[in-house]
């Protein structure tokens, strides 16, 4: 991955636990901003999903009518989480939507201080905007995305040529195929990637 988020096999605990770094929070659940930058504080490792999802299943069904057949397979997994890479850079260069906020007429958080006590500022694009959400890197949790999706994973199209027409092969039978595979995601939760990307 980076030095960001983290995969660990740990005795008692799920296979490819994710850790990673959380916004700070108060006993309030007020978010905790460092007074000297603006820029929210973050805990310290801490697990934030599983890289393996516990669930997985498929469907694959086929049809036939004279000499041709069609089959088809969905599958999908539930329950694993990703920590996008894809997300955090474009997030680090301006390029994803959760950067939008702020670019007129600056962007305001509030919450407490280390200390807790109460904090306001307000970023403007020309007053640290850019480092603000650059910081987002920091905090693991926000890259990290439920897995689950299904796919479209194969359709396949064919069709019986009569065996008489290659009498001269000795052939029993002879088939031709049209093979897509991984066609179509038709449900996932994770933004801008597959999920099923490392």
Known sequence: MNSYAFIFA????????IKGY?????????TMYNKANGFELTTGLEDIGTG???WAGGINNSFSYK???????????????VYSGTNLYATRFGLHKITLPGREGGLTVTGVDGEDKPFTKTFTYNNDLQAYYDN??????????????IKL????LG???PANLFSFAKFQSVSLSLVGRNLLILHKKAPNIDPEST
Do not use: M, W
Request: charged fraction near 25%; avoid cysteine; glycine fraction near 8%.
């Open 10 to 17: 740990e005795v008692g605990k799920p296979y490819s636990t």
């Open 153 to 156: 994973r194969q359709v396949i």
């Open 136 to 149: 987002y890197k920091f905090q693991s949790e926000r890259f990290i995305y439920s897995s689950d999706f």
């Open 67 to 81: 000499r041709f057949n069609l089959s088809f397979l969905i599958d999908g997994k539930f329950g694993g989480h």
């Open 159 to 161: 069709y019986s040529l």
């Open 52 to 54: 393996v999802s516990p």
């Open 22 to 30: 959380k916004v700070k929070k108060n006993a309030e659940g007020k």
